[in-house]
């Protein structure tokens, strides 16, 4: 069974930055897509950015440009660096992963106020 574990939410004030990780139990590698995604109270879950295993990236348009999404497949992580955070980037922050089959972490809490 394939384990995604994310780590690094907390409360951070509006402007500020977080870097989210997400450790997988098993090489990112076999993959083919990784991504995160969000999802706010009361609002369905949205994509945020992914990364493909041959590196390639892609962002949500309403985010390109605050959030970098990267990897080390050493080390079986995958980041999300969050800048110039606003209340509405409040979400539970997910890690998911696309192979044969599709895999989810258990989120981690980004509140974001002052």
């Known amino acids: 069974q394939v384990q995604l574990v994310e780590s690094g939410g907390g409360l951070v004030q509006p402007g500020g930055s977080l870097t989210l990780s997400c450790v997988v139990s098993?090489?990112?590698?076999?993959?083919?897509?990784m991504g995160w995604f969000r999802q706010a109270p009361g609002k369905q879950r949205e994509l945020v950015a992914t990364?493909?295993?041959?590196?390639?990236?892609h962002y949500s348009d309403s985010l390109k440009g605050r959030f970098t999404i990267s990897r080390d497949t050493a080390k079986n992580t995958v980041y999300l660096q969050t800048t110039s955070l606003k209340p509405e980037d409040t979400a539970v922050y997910y890690c998911?992963?696309?192979?044969?089959?599709?895999?989810w972490g258990q989120g981690t809490q980004v509140t974001v106020s002052s």
């Open positions: 990364i493909t295993r041959g590196g390639n990236t």
């Open positions: 998911n992963a696309e192979g044969s089959n599709s895999y």
């Open positions: 098993r090489t990112i590698s076999s993959f083919w897509i």
